[in-house]
């Protein structure tokens, strides 16, 4: 699990393009939206890409991105459980 | 009859930045676009540029210029502000790059952070955004860089009556890795930080 919230981060970094942000520098556990990282709605759909660009994991409805976005380790638990690839 | 005043002039190049006919000293990074290296100069916090398509980071930056001259601070409201810029290529650099990301049936992935990006009054939108810019917003392209349209737009923006007193007007250009911006600030009176007049020939001086 530990693996996959790292790999969580840098894919986060690199989609949203967090020039300024580092691995470390992510809570695993903070709020990605709101405070936190301070995404925006825009940065969701992106996210919503994200699962299923390199997970497999088609969100049906995109408020399911509500739960599912909460924080880093939220997203790990969700991809470990639902992934295809 | 209305006069336009410069008070401030801003030029980015694909290597050059000035600044009222001055040359900025902008260090270049290894491994660093330039774009973000002019950021990096200004030293401002702003993380949305790094979302920025490269047409807006190139307005955006001329614009911190150009506002840095005024010593308002962004989060000030400006309600007698507006923003009018004008391009060639509208958004085109920005629409080939979301065209990438549709182009593969089989590695189709319409990314919505470019998407965004895909009109060329996104620009002043952002820079409106940043600056609380609450007049006139409008970008409009054209053939090619028109001294003579643009000072009349900047007449009619500044016009008696609509209660704007300041203006960033200017051409930002951006595509295929080529930046090309002219961006002034203008405004309705004289004052102490006055450039000189802009009376349809006084421009050119800029032009480096």
Redesign the interface.
Same mark, same amino acid.
């Given at each position: 699990m530990d693996a996959l919230v790292q790999e969580l981060k840098e894919k986060v970094i690199q989609?949203?393009?967090?020039? =300024?942000v580092t691995p470390d520098d992510i809570d695993a556990n903070a709020p990605l939206f709101g405070e936190g990282l301070?995404l925006d709605s825009? =940065?969701a759909?992106?996210l919503i890409?994200l699962m299923?660009?390199n997970y497999g994991i088609k969100l049906k409805n995109a408020n399911e991105g509500k739960d599912i976005f909460k924080s880093i380790q939220v997203m790990a638990d969700y991809i470990s459980k639902n992934r295809t690839k | 009859m209305t006069e336009l005043y410069i008070q401030s002039a801003v030029r980015i190049t694909s290597d050059q930045v000035w600044v009222n006919g001055e040359k900025a000293n902008i260090t270049r990074e290894k491994e660093s676009a330039w774009l973000?290296d002019i950021y990096r100069h200004l030293g401002i916090q702003y993380?949305k540029f790094?979302?920025m398509d490269n047409l807006c980071k190139a307005g955006f930056l001329a614009s911190e210029f150009a506002m840095k001259g005024t010593n308002l601070e962004p989060s000030e409201e400006k309600r007698d502000w507006s923003v009018l810029l004008f391009n060639r290529s509208s958004s085109l650099d920005n629409d080939q790059n979301y065209q990438k990301t549709i182009a593969d049936s089989s590695n189709y992935?319409?990314?919505?952070?470019v998407f965004?990006y895909t009109l060329s009054n996104i620009v002043t939108g952002e820079i409106a955004i940043r600056n609380k810019i609450m007049g006139e917003s409008c970008s409009y392209i054209m053939e090619k860089f028109d001294e003579e349209l643009l000072y009349e737009n900047g007449l009619i923006g500044l016009s008696e009556g609509k209660g704007i007193n300041n203006l960033l007007i200017g051409w930002v250009e951006y595509i295929d890795g080529k930046c090309d911006v002219l961006l002034f600030h203008v405004s309705r009176e004289k004052n102490a930080n006055t450039i000189c007049s802009w009376n349809n020939i006084g421009i050119k001086k800029f032009f480096l």
């Open positions: 989609a949203l393009n967090l020039e =300024d301070g825009i =940065d759909l992106e890409v299923e660009r | 973000t993380p790094f979302k992935f319409p990314s919505p952070a965004v």
